[in-house]
């Protein structure tokens, strides 16, 4: 349907990607003709993750009006600048009672799932008397107000979050990617200090091979240049040279038939260039460059033709990006490797947060350490005392023993014998047959045997 191609293009992918139609463009596979494979009306294209930690909130959101007409109506006719400002949230009002109900419950789902996430974040940190509502504040995609029905303005508020978000995101990709070449070099560079002279200049002379090594590649294309597009119209499409068209460029690559090319259809056209500057089988080649390589690829041809801004190519835009003359005449495209990506303030920045944080852990590591050993101590003064226990029980029994006395129970009760009846081991006392000796007689065997102590008394 039109609606769902109005929806997912303008207001998910411009808003979040709010409902973005997108599939792996198998660019390897030749195409000869327009058409390719039959649209399938109403069928279920699944949308990848945008990467937001409220992914799932907003994908279920986004179904649940996608069952709504009236809003479905409402947004064939929205343009960008009504989504972005809010006006669109209005006509939530409008929606049907089981929508709203449904959108309710979605609501009240994230609301507990963040609280969770609250409870157990304070949790680690064994914090006591958490205020939920004061936190919830943090999360600026929901009216944490509210916490229990969705309103319109839940709706602006997970749109320009969104929006925001995602506009944030290539931004936040770009200061990783310098974390991890700083750290890289930073790794380096403390592997040298461990070697000899000898094998630091061996060490040095193969990084240095490896960096030019790299660089030997063919030229690269500059992206959405007119070789480029050509180059992918030969050798991915196996199309003519000479034939080359950009409408059907356009159609060709324009995967899912909705009349936009979204990112990652842009991004899957630069693969070929890719191609020749990275190799995975290769030692010196960086896969994780590759991946930041055709991010600058896809921004910088997004800045040259996505006009209106909304993270979308249409026909119109491609076409009229084809007039120019950086598409005929382009500059030389400068890849990573002839660029730098930090200055040695930077590093030595980074490397004094390393050392603090190594420091921090260190601390860490050390308390645990401590605690680990006064846990020990611990253990060993219980032992010491529940051997004394023992050895104290067993003390007591021998001396009852010795007493006379029966011998105590698993819990320290006396075992009595029953009147007339005589443990098994004083049955030498008194031949078979006798008759038990009189109340203050004592066997033959024993007053012998304990003579030098009887005292008798009259």
């Known amino acids: 349907m039109r609606w769902r191609?109005?929806?997912?293009?303008?207001?998910?992918?411009?808003?979040?990607?709010?409902?973005?139609?997108l599939e792996a463009v198998p660019i390897d596979v030749d195409k000869t003709k327009v058409q390719g494979e039959p649209h399938v009306e109403g069928a279920k294209v699944e949308t990848p993750d945008t990467g937001l930690y409220y992914d799932e909130y907003l994908r279920q959101v986004i179904d649940v009006l996608e069952t709504d007409k009236h809003f479905r109506e409402k947004l064939q006719t929205a343009d960008i600048e009504e989504?972005?400002?809010?006006?669109?949230?209005?006509?939530?009002?409008?929606?049907?009672?089981?929508?709203?109900?449904?959108?309710?419950?979605?609501?009240?789902?994230e609301v507990a799932r963040l609280r969770m996430l609250i409870k157990a974040k304070m949790d680690s940190f064994q914090d006591t008397g958490i205020d939920h509502q004061a936190l919830l504040k943090q999360f600026e995609h929901l009216n944490h107000q509210n916490p229990h029905t969705f309103e319109s303005k839940d709706l602006d508020m997970l749109i320009k979050a969104a929006t925001s978000d995602l506009e944030n995101f290539d931004k936040t990709?770009?200061?990783?990617?310098?974390?991890?070449?700083?750290?890289?070099?930073?790794?380096?560079?403390e592997y040298l200090k461990t070697l000899d002279e000898e094998k630091r200049r061996e060490e040095e002379s193969k990084y240095e091979e490896m960096k030019k090594k790299h660089g030997a590649h063919?030229?690269?294309?500059?992206?959405?240049?007119?070789?480029?597009?050509?180059?992918?119209?030969?050798?991915?499409?196996?199309?003519?040279?000479?034939?080359?068209?950009?409408?059907?460029?356009?159609?060709?690559?324009?995967?899912?038939?909705?009349?936009?090319l979204d990112e990652q259809e842009l991004e899957a056209l630069f693969t070929k260039e890719l191609e020749k500057v990275y190799d995975p089988k290769n030692e010196e080649d960086d896969m994780v460059e590759m991946e930041e390589e055709r991010l600058r690829m896809r921004e910088h041809v997004m800045n040259e033709i996505d006009?209106?801004?909304?993270?979308?190519?249409?026909?119109?835009?491609?076409?009229?990006?084809?007039?120019?003359?950086?598409?005929?005449?382009?500059?030389?495209?400068?890849?990573?490797?002839?660029?730098?990506?930090?200055?040695?303030?930077?590093?030595?920045?980074?490397?004094?947060?390393?050392?603090q944080q190594e420091d921090e852990l260190k601390k860490k590591a050390e308390d645990l350490q401590k605690q680990k050993e006064d846990l020990q101590r611990e253990h060993d003064q219980l032992q010491a005392q529940k051997q004394e226990l023992q050895q104290a029980v067993q003390q007591m029994e021998q001396k009852r023993l010795q007493q006379g006395n029966p011998p105590s129970g698993p819990a320290g009760e006396l075992?009595?014998?029953?009147?007339?009846e005589h443990p098994v081991g004083n049955a030498?006392?008194?031949?078979?047959?006798?008759?038990?000796?009189?109340?203050?007689?004592?066997?033959?065997?024993?007053?012998?045997a304990g003579s030098d102590h009887i005292q008798i008394h009259p």
């Open 5 to 21: 191609t109005v929806f997912s293009q303008q207001c998910v992918l411009l808003v979040t990607c709010f409902l973005i139609n």
């Open 307 to 355: 006009v209106n801004k909304d993270r979308l190519v249409t026909l119109k835009e491609f076409l009229k990006a084809t007039e120019k003359k950086e598409f005929l005449e382009p500059d030389s495209w400068e890849t990573l490797d002839q660029q730098q990506f930090f200055t040695e303030d930077e590093l030595k920045e980074f490397e004094s947060h390393i050392l």
């Open 218 to 260: 063919p030229k690269v294309n500059h992206p959405g240049s007119k070789d480029q597009l050509k180059e992918v119209w030969e050798e991915s499409d196996g199309l003519d040279p000479n034939d080359f068209d950009p409408k059907t460029f356009f159609k060709l690559h324009d995967v899912n038939n909705d009349g936009f």
């Open 83 to 109: 989504i972005k400002s809010g006006k669109l949230s209005k006509e939530l009002d409008l929606v049907s009672h089981h929508v709203r109900t449904k959108l309710d419950e979605l609501k009240r789902q």
């Open 428 to 448: 030498q006392n008194h031949l078979a047959g006798d008759q038990p000796l009189p109340p203050g007689h004592i066997p033959v065997q024993e007053a012998a």
């Open 173 to 189: 990709h770009h200061e990783e990617f310098k974390k991890y070449e700083m750290m890289k070099e930073h790794e380096r560079r």
């Open 415 to 420: 075992k009595f014998q029953p009147p007339g």
